[in-house]
């Protein structure tokens, strides 16, 4: 993997405390895990002075087969669309060679304190424009 590939690729083993009763990783670990991946490609965000704060608008999981406890998996974060004031994150999740969930999340810039939509800001969108699908 190139430094691209490990700011956006997050491999786990899935935890015991992750399993549900049916043996399966529990449907909101899939949120938990995919946004620490997002927070692992987001770390490296170029600065900008008086950047606007992100809020979730929006977030959806399409699961395609449950994980098991202690299955290696992988987090896959791409850009699905940058907006005027929102991200459209688009998170694959891969377990031996297969996609087992597919997850959207939507971030919205807003002002930091009355929370109104804000731009994205210019170096930032250029940074998220290098993940795109």
């Not at 900008?48 to 896959?76: K, M, N, Q, T």
């Amino acid at each position: 993997m190139d430094g691209r590939e490990r700011e956006n690729v997050t491999e786990i083993r899935i935890p015991f405390r992750d399993i549900d009763m049916h043996g399966h990783m529990h449907n909101a670990a899939y949120y938990a895990h995919a946004e620490a991946a997002l927070s692992q490609l987001w770390r490296h965000r170029p600065s900008v002075v008086h950047e606007p704060a992100y809020l979730v608008r929006r977030s959806a999981c399409v699961f395609h087969r449950g994980l098991r406890y202690d299955e290696p998996a992988r987090f896959i974060v791409t850009v699905a669309k940058i907006g005027g004031s929102s991200v459209s994150f688009a998170v694959r999740v891969e377990a031996a060679g297969q996609l087992a969930a597919e997850l959207e999340i939507v971030w919205v810039a807003v002002d930091r304190e009355r929370h109104t939509p804000l731009p994205v800001p210019a170096a930032t969108r250029e940074w998220l424009g290098s993940y795109i699908l």
